[in-house]
């Protein structure tokens, strides 16, 4: 499968723009917006009553002011925590956001997503299920565009398995011994990799295989330009709007 995806400015706001609000909140991706940031990262959990909702932690503990599995509460429990305060007292009130608030508000904003499926151990076919049932009337609009991705091989063979034309990615954390195999059966138009092992040669490797390649999580603007360089189409950053000014000759 070829499927072409325009990165311009060849960056993803990181969990939203996270260095700047609360990442995975609304707030973080009306930041990423204002940037003038095209793409947008995220992460997708499921609530005990069933919403995808979006967040990146197993525990509540670290970016809300509860406590334990978040996986454990129903929606109607989770919508009452405060999911800003922790990272400033200015986005206090900031929500988790279902999946289904914020992809309207991407399409209201014309941000492409990256949505990262981070399903609990033996119920990625649930999430995934919801998942593509909750984004189906955004699935095959060419813009914005939606690209899905999982570290979990399960969830990657149950988006293919129930959504034949959905677009994906493969996320590689460090190189794992099959995962050309995997990339070309599950029909993966992307790797998405960390960059602490990204080499110029891997990086050839993957554009060989006319693979979108992406890298995570690039923070510092010379190294941006360096896997720029080796031609990585995008990272993902914390900081967007401080790649994409460091690397302001990017080629278009
Ligand atoms: O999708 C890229 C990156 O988000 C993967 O790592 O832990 O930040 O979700 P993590
Ligand atoms: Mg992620």
């Known amino acids: 499968m070829t499927t072409s995806l325009e990165f311009y400015p060849p960056v993803i706001a990181h969990r939203g723009a996270s260095a700047y609000a609360p990442e995975n909140t609304l707030a973080a991706f009306i930041k990423a917006a204002q940037l003038g940031i095209k ?3 995220f ?3 499921q609530a005990a009553s069933g919403e995808p909702i979006i967040f ?5 503990d670290r970016t809300t002011d509860g406590k334990g599995e978040v996986s454990h509460y129903s929606y109607t429990y989770l919508q009452t925590l405060d999911a800003g305060r922790w990272f400033d007292s200015r986005f206090s009130g900031e929500r988790i956001p279902t999946l289904l608030q914020t992809i309207k508000f991407l399409q209201e904003a014309k941000l492409s997503a990256n949505v990262e499926i981070k399903a609990q151990s033996g119920h990625e ?3 995934v299920i919801r998942v593509l049932d909750e984004l189906a009337p955004y699935l ?5 565009a939606i690209l899905f991705s999982s570290f979990s091989l399960d969830a990657l063979h149950f988006l293919r398995q129930h959504s034949p034309h959905c677009l994906m990615g493969l996320l590689l954390h460090e190189w794992e011994p099959d995962w050309q195999y995997v990339c070309t059966s599950l029909q993966c138009i992307s790797v998405h990799v960390n960059h602490e092992i990204m080499t110029r040669e ?5 554009k ?11 923070n510092d603007p010379a190294r941006a330009a360096e896997l720029y360089s080796w031609g990585v189409d995008a990272v993902f ?10 690397n302001w000759n990017i080629p278009k």
Do not use: F
């Open 39 to 41: 793409w947008v990262e």
């Open 56 to 60: 990146h932690d197993d525990l509540l």
């Open 43 to 45: 992460d997708v959990m």
């Open 125 to 127: 076919e649930k999430l």
């Open 237 to 246: 950053s914390d900081i967007p709007d401080r790649i994409v000014d460091g």
């Open 202 to 206: 891997a990086a050839q490797k993957i």
């Open 140 to 144: 095959h609009a060419a813009q914005p």
């Open 208 to 218: 060989s295989m006319d693979k979108i390649l992406l890298c995570y999580t690039v």
